[in-house]
């Protein structure tokens, strides 16, 4: 059995980390799954506890700007993007000084992600256990990334130490991946933090939106992997495809069908008249279906008879281009129109 770990027992949960065990962390994306990212045993048991291929590197979270510099030397523009990001929501790619990081952190490549959330348990728990924490999303490898704890307990009770709880993460989405070890800044994941927001600080600043083929090595390890996807099918559908929908969805009563959509859409379409449709809400915008996306994923999961499930699609404004990149994934890149 794991432990809850409550904000006044970081002691515990440091001791943890300094005893090589995993602790899973509250941030403001996604709950982490933390290990001393100066133990190379305790990293091991990462990989090993998500099912996570060894080739995909890990972020590394610090306490502050001053931990970074122990393992690489920060550039001007880097160092912007710290002061002005920072705590927050943006991983940073830097090249790192030999030596210092081991292979198990890097996947062996000559850069590090590093990320300081703004979390302040989580600082705390850093600074009490005076080891930065490496930590990939708390989920099994392919599931959608934990929100809450219960979703840490629910993949990976029993195999780590506890989680440290502090309750549901505000963003739901993990952090904008920016790689700054090239000429120009690159996002190799779409976070809360935008090209929009990134350009008027470091300039000019490329999205890399290249798909990554089977037997090709990506930027970033992590995007060649299959992610996010619960047992049914997802479909995205698009805002005047909602009536289309409504017709599938009284042509299969014998089916239970997940929908998630703003309350907008529920109310319009009278989604509640229909039986056979499990309704999540995802709010009113993308920022909130940022919010619910995963924990809505999971929901349906829990569902055995739920077999397909429907939602919606957003403009790749803003958040809406991390929520899209993510639901794009757990869809397989399948839309409402794609449907036998
Ligand atoms: O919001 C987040 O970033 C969450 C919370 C817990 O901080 N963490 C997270 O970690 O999402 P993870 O491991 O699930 O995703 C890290 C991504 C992966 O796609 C990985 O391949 C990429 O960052 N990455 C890590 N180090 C890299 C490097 N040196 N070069 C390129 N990509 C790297
Ligand atoms: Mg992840």
Redesign the pocket.
Known sequence: MSKIFSSDEIKLAAKAINAGELVS?P???????GADATNPEAVKKVYAAKG?PSD????V?VADQAEVAKFADIDAKSKKLMDHFWPG?L?I?LPIKKGTLNSVV??G?E???F?N?ATQVTIDLIREAGVPLV????NTSGKP?PTKPEHVMHDLDGKIAGVLDDGETK?G???T?L?M?GAIPSI??P?AITEKDLEPVVGEVQTDHHQVGKDEV??????KYKHYAPNAQVYIVADQEWDDVVEWIKQHTDQTIGVMATDHIFESKKLGSFDNVRFISLGKDSETASRELFDGLRTFDANVSIKVIFSQKFDRIGIGEAYMNRLQKSAGNTYFSDID
């Open positions: 962390f941030t403001e994306t996604v709950y982490g799954l996570r995909n590197p890990l972020i979270h929501p991983t790619i890097t996947g490549l850069t590090a992600a990320r959330p930590g990939p999303s708390a990334s963003i989405v993990e952090s991946v790689d070890s190799l994941r976070g990506p930027k970033a390890p992590g995007m």
